[in-house]
């Protein structure tokens, strides 16, 4: 049995085609870009080629604007330590409760110089308050840094509208958008939007390989420094081959965007609706009315996410979970807190990332073995009772906690 | 993935004695607070014998938390309530084949729900001693709360200091800005602050006692602690005194006892007051400490 991998979310395979494309660059051009010679200057022309790939998926005015980086976290990084160089005199930053760790850790780090970071709340649905947000945009504020789209849950956030709002405010505006490039059509030259990260590896490009989106006329000030790549805003030879297949990936999300928005989109809800059915006390976390094609995230009462990934994964299906155990940390997810989710329920999410790999017998399979599992699992759980949970199930157990 | 042992899985896929038990009249309820998963232990004692005839669970919680249940059930099943509180932690987790560090706690966790329900057996109320924080040292399994508490008992200023009284950091060292957080947060309410270059705590002056003298004193501390160890089924003896370095037997139930590094630390603590010097106190049998440091 091939496996069914439904955690894209986390990461996604390479393109068949994209591997093909990168071949070249590891063995017959190997070049230094930088090279006066003609071992570098095919490179160089691969690299300009993939910079205007990458722009015509954001929709960017300019491929000057595209700086290749190494991640989306270094992209974070750079945007927001850039954001409070460039403006000293401001000391503020406004973020969310629910952005992904490469921005929250550094946000709190931040914190420790002396930054005052604004985290914004979500509500039950994992919506910002924009009255909030308004509130707070003052001109104090260096920098905001708002997710596209949850990683969690897919939820989108309000970017282009908040942008508007940052730029009345003199605030630079950076989004992380690792989740929404690929799957969102983009065309950032008609936003206010500053700077925005994108990430290869969740788009069918390699690991290791990532781009800031950096507006024509942004104050900029270089993470790295010393040579002159990507016009001195980010030193370090290239990462010419990952560079060349990041390119060719981004072509070919631009041409699946349909077919992301509406075939992946269907086989998404079909699972969630199936499964929704057939498992009592479950529920889908965020918003489904607004949120990525490719993502469902199922709340299943009672029982712990780590001990349902076991066990899909024994059949050989990959999904991921915001429960404690399975991060490292003790804590579970963050964005289920943030929303809200009672602890019974948000350590039993797990997440279903599609990608336009993912088919139809895939889907069909899952739907017939999460059920199963999930009352397999009820079984053990002192919150369940035969067919259902314990009559008032946190009078029924109520541990006492060490 | 976390890197679980076949034994684990094995009781994860399919665990022993899951569900509810009838006619248990021992049922402890705990749930471990650094992770959220929560367990209930139902136990069926003979009244005559004390002996466990049938003990079942039903488990919140992840893989290893099912699987650490599911072996306890199995330990303590034929014992009587006196044999099966002896096991420890450690023994669920060896039973297992190990618990990566991170899932310590789900044996611990079993362990607790094991003396809760035997409390409860016995009409006692049953409270817990320990507080749980996250996981710092992830190469010794040592905690903030530890650390912590380490730091304000002993006055630690440093990193160095808190490797030397708890082992975190002592191995890889990345867990090392961690720690750093943890004493500018502890000297800050001390009034001082953290010097990153800060040496060790400054090793008190030989105290000018003759090698008997100190050997006396030595014997002296051991002795005064010996009632407390003799009461929980243990003792302690002293082997040699090698310098700084003091060796003891850890015997009786202390001996593999999971409190016996936090038992050490105790009496290696009142050895440093009594004798006024720096010591290391280190057991010469298998105990828990030697366990981690292998």
Redesign the interface.
Known sequence: MTGIYLDNNATTRVDQAVVEAMLPYFTEQFGNPSSMHSFGNKVGLAIKKARMQVQELLGAEHDSEIIFTSCGTESDSTAILSALKAQPERKEIITTTVEHPAVLTLCTWLEKDGYKVHYLSVDDKGRLDMDEYKKLLTDQVAVVSVMWANNETGTFFPVVEMAELAHAAGAMFHTDAVQAVGKVPMSLKDTRIDMLSVSGHKLHAPKGVGVLYLKRGVRFRPLLRGGHQERGRRAGTENTTSIVGLGKAAEMALEAMEFENTEVARLRDKLETAILAKVPRSFVTGDPSNRLPNTSNIAFEFIEGEAILLLLNKFGIAASSGSACTSGSLEPSHVMRAMGIPYTAAHGTVRFSLSRYSTEDEVDRVIQVVPEIIAQLRKLSPYWEGDGPAAEPEKAFAPTYA | ??DYSDKV?EH??E?RN???LEGANGVG????????????LMLKVEPETDIILDAH??????????ASSSALTEMIKGKTLDEALKVSNQDIADYLDGLPP??MHCSV?GR?ALQ?AVANYRGEV???D???G??VCKCFAIDAVMIEETIRANNLSSVQDVTNYTKAGGGCSSCHEGIEEILVKVLVERGETFKPGGVAKEEAAPAGMTNLQRIRKIEAVLESVRPQLKRDGGDIELVDVDGKTIYVNMTGACAGCQMEALTLQGIQQKLMEELKEFIKIVPTKTGALTRAMK
């Open positions: 993935m976390w899985k994860f896929f665990p899951a569900g509810v309820d705990v749930g471990s607070i650094s992770c959220g998963d929560a367990l209930r669970f039903q488990t919140f919680g992840c893989g290893s938390a099912i991170e899932k966790m607790e809760a049953w409270s817990d320990h507080e749980e996250a996981l």
